[in-house]
């Protein structure tokens, strides 16, 4: 979600008198935070539209496709809707605007497997699977060795499952195993991430249930939304669903008036 805090912090910069009214102005603030996007449009709704120099909106929407978050991170379809905006007047004239009231805004994201599979490739994920302590997952004899994972692979299955293939390669001896997971997934109480009957195979050798429980329980704990509270972040996932090739994600996000804005920056 850390993304989409760039984007909502762009909203509040929209409203200070740096970004001031137009549309257009709003689009050029938001495309300075990401790496690139295909389209962009924004919206600022108001009435008196003088209130934006108070720092108010009534609502503002965001609609991107092919966005960029950081390189290598493509996004097939991005939409924001927020409540009403208000900004603290007197935190206008500084360079770090806070707000006045909680920020609300409603999001839907679209990742097409094309997508999710470059972003597997991508340093910003890569970097995270490297020089991992996984012996107990190799056939490799040498139990001092370090492993990367390389060449992940992401299939989207028929009732929302999903094929993930990924090789673990060790650093020294260059020893390969296979790993395929399938599983379904879905979210608890709008905040876990909960895999749904898995199944782990190396080199076609299945695991026991209980190995798979620890895996799949330290991913589910790294992907927990309520991390986001102490930052004054609250996000709820609303649905998860995938169809064909395409996976599509809505869910409610809210910040805080504590939230630092210039900590996301």
């Known amino acids: 979600m850390e993304f989409l805090a760039i984007f909502l912090s762009s909203l509040i910069g929209i409203l200070s008198p740096v970004g001031l ?3 257009r102005l709003a689009e050029d603030a938001i495309r300075d935070q990401v790496d690139s996007v295909e389209h962009l449009a924004v919206r600022i709704d108001n009435t ?13 929407r965001i609609a991107a496709q092919g966005i960029y978050p950081i390189a290598g991170v493509r996004i097939a379809a991005l939409e924001i809707e ?21 920020l609300q805004a409603g999001v839907k994201l679209v990742l097409t497997q094309e997508d999710i599979n470059q972003i ?12 991992l302590n996984l012996n107990f997952l190799s056939s490799s004899g040498d139990r001092t060795e370090k492993f990367d994972l390389v060449n ?33 997934i879905q979210i608890l109480s709008g905040q876990r991430v909960q895999f749904v009957d898995p199944a782990v195979r190396i080199n076609e050798q299945a695991l026991p249930s209980q190995v798979i429980a620890f895996l799949t329980g330290g991913i589910s704990q790294s992907f927990d939304l309520q991390r986001l509270q102490a930052s ?7 649905s998860l669903k995938t169809e064909e090739n395409t996976l599509t994600l809505a869910a409610f ?3 805080d008036p504590s939230f630092s804005i210039s900590g996301i920056r």
């Open 232 to 238: 004054g972040i609250a996000a709820r996932v609303l």
């Open 21 to 23: 009214v137009a549309d």
């Open 82 to 102: 927020t409540d009403p905006i208000a900004l603290n007047l007197a935190s206008l004239r500084t360079e770090t605007p806070r707000l006045d009231a909680p």
């Open 152 to 184: 992940p692979k992401i299939e989207f299955l028929p009732n929302s499952r999903f094929q993930l293939q990924v090789t673990l390669q060790g650093q020294q001896t260059q020893h390969r195993d296979q790993i395929t997971v399938e599983s379904g």
């Open 120 to 131: 597997l490739k991508s340093e910003a994920i890569v970097g995270q699977f490297r020089d």
């Open 253 to 255: 996000i809210q910040i």
């Open 48 to 60: 008196p539209s003088y209130r934006l120099a108070q720092g108010r909106a009534d609502r503002v």
